[in-house]
């Protein structure tokens, strides 16, 4: 509870680290937000850069800032962010991402609304460093809009072959079943949110929302970027986790597609890569060019 009892609606959680180069952005993206009774808690872990000062430059009393000791681990990093939450409700967001301004009024009456509701999430822009759209509209794909059970989501995730519902910053959830299911894990870091958001649909039914309301930055040297194989073996594996765990009514044709469908995933993760690096590149040549 905040001082005087009084609870924000909803918590936005941005953890960061050595995030100096697109944090204020970040943070603008928050404060613009059409939907005002929300608390922003800045978790900064141990930054050798400026995030710090630029985290506690903004004056907004909706801001909380915490800073770690000593530098954690991202799953334990992005687990304490949570925890400092005070909302029922709760959306993470990396720091180097951003919100659209009508991006929790659209997002949180649903879930205030409708208790069966475990996930809400949107579509979200892909960015580049300079924040220019690069693959606009991104996102659940293959039917996912709307109201749907979790086996249906489960169903549609295996066949998919990566991450149709996306990244924390388009999601939003609840904290009590946030706990309940674990937190994020460890031993899935590449895959932590969909691994997430799989395991919190257990508790309830999925929305999703056909507008676009985030955005998902694309660097140059993200971790994303360069464990690629990680990704793509972590994402095998979930794949067959959901096929065998029973939580969800998968059938045996499902995983099958899913199998198949996977190494097409990554062919896609790559391809959004490659035209993020090439933007950069591009960027690098007028500035050398502008300089000469």
Known sequence: MRPGG??????ICIPVYNGEAFLAETIRSVLEQTFRDFELVILENASSD???????????????VERNRETLSQPDNWNRAVQLCRAPLVKLLCADDLLH?????????????????????????MIDEQSRVIVPRRGLGGGLVGTHSG??????????????????????????QFVTAGGWR?????????????RLL????????????AAFR???????????????DEQRALIEELGSSGAFDVRSLDVTVGRVAAPLGRARRKALFSVSQFAARRDEKETADRAG
């Not at 710090?52 to 909380?64: L, Q, V």
């Open 202 to 213: 257990q508790y309830g039914e999925f929305l999703g929302l056909p507008e676009t309301l």
């Open 50 to 64: 400026r995030s710090d000062e630029i985290a506690r430059s903004f004056p907004d009393p909706r801001i909380r």
């Open 186 to 198: 460890s031993d899935r870091r590449f895959i932590m949110d969909l691994d997430c958001w799989m």
């Open 101 to 125: 301004p009508r991006c929790l009024e659209l997002q949180v009456p649903p879930m205030r609304d409708d208790p069966s509701l475990a996930l809400v999430a949107s579509r979200r822009h």
């Open 218 to 232: 694309i660097q140059r040297g993200s971790v994303s970027a360069e464990n690629e194989q990680a990704i793509y």
């Open 6 to 11: 009084f609870q924000p609606s909803v918590s």
């Open 151 to 176: 086996s249906e989501v489960a169903r549609r995730v295996i066949r998919n072959g990566a991450n149709p519902i996306g990244e924390p910053g388009n999601v939003l959830f609840r904290i009590e």
